[in-house]
């Protein structure tokens, strides 16, 4: 007679495990990252090879002397958490500053918990408020792109104002958005990258590659990501149509800032979103109107990290909301 061994779940068990999901996004990553360097050049490497280097020190110093755990460096966690976190910053920012965003967002946001799975912010976008906070002038410097496609000191780089930047300062000035559309990048530029912005958003198409790949690649639903965009899109579009000259077109919304990088990469992370289709679904809802909120009436002229930060929150109480059945449980109708 054989010994009966009941461990606990999963008991089914895909093809997919942490490593081929994480080298997967990776992947998707390339696109953005490529032309995050074509246009911001030098700045952009060095910053992304920082920003790298030290989220996967600080979790091996982390996991190896502190937690005297296994070391997990190698499951890929930690250097999309730095790709995730230096697509968020600007071209120009300085080192060291990056090298502290990458501290608090592997030590505080995701080594506090117990490390990967156990978080319940997504680290690169605590990493980032941190830094937006702490170094509000540093983090608002945008570099305009091909400026500093050279060896040139990052210092002596050309700055201007991001397209949500000038929309939302000239709004509050009380100017018409027909005179302040001018002024910005066109549709065009917004979707190939040739924009001032954070290193990982300014390429729409590099991002929606990506995104395609990851959804081809089941790493991701279309959940989140449609109802993030859509709800931005019906919310903005909404309010366009009440008022043309105070409130940006929906095409604008999506294509300018960090909504697309957001919706595709950061609040669809496994560990922060939530298990459910309809959790997804409330989520992703949940991100596109905390984004038009605070980009329409906020201090900010940017709210995607803000949003997916928020509902990061309310993941365990969708998940408790949305709980599937368990099996043989008896449903009371009426």
Known sequence: MGILTVSGSPHVHGKQ??????????????????????????????????????????????????????????????????????????SSLPIWQMIIGSFVAIAIAKMTYGGLGKNPFNPALVGRVFLLI????????????????????????????????VVKEGLMKGESLSQLMSNVPSYTDMFIGNIGGSLGEISGLAIILGGIYMLIRKIITWHIPATFIGSTVIFTGILWLINPEKFADPVFHVLAGGLLLGALFMATDMVTSPMSAKGMIIFGVGCGVLTVLIRTWGAYPEGVSFAILLMNVCTPLINKAFKPKKFGEVVKNG
């Open 17 to 90: 495990d942490v490593k081929k999901i994480m080298r997967g996004v990776i992947i998707a990553l390339i696109p953005a990252m490529l032309v995050s360097f074509w246009f911001f050049g030098i700045g952009a490497i060095v910053l992304t090879l920082t920003a790298v280097a030290s989220c996967m020190l600080f979790e091996f110093l982390i996991q190896k002397y502190f937690l005297k755990g296994k070391v997990t460096i190698t499951d890929g966690s930690a250097i999309i958490t730095g790709l995730l976190l230096a697509f968020n910053v600007p």
């Open 134 to 165: 702490s170094f509000p002038v540093d983090m608002t410097t945008w570099p305009i792109p091909h400026a500093i496609f050279s060896t040139a000191p990052v210092a002596d780089a050309i700055t201007g104002p991001t397209a949500l930047g």
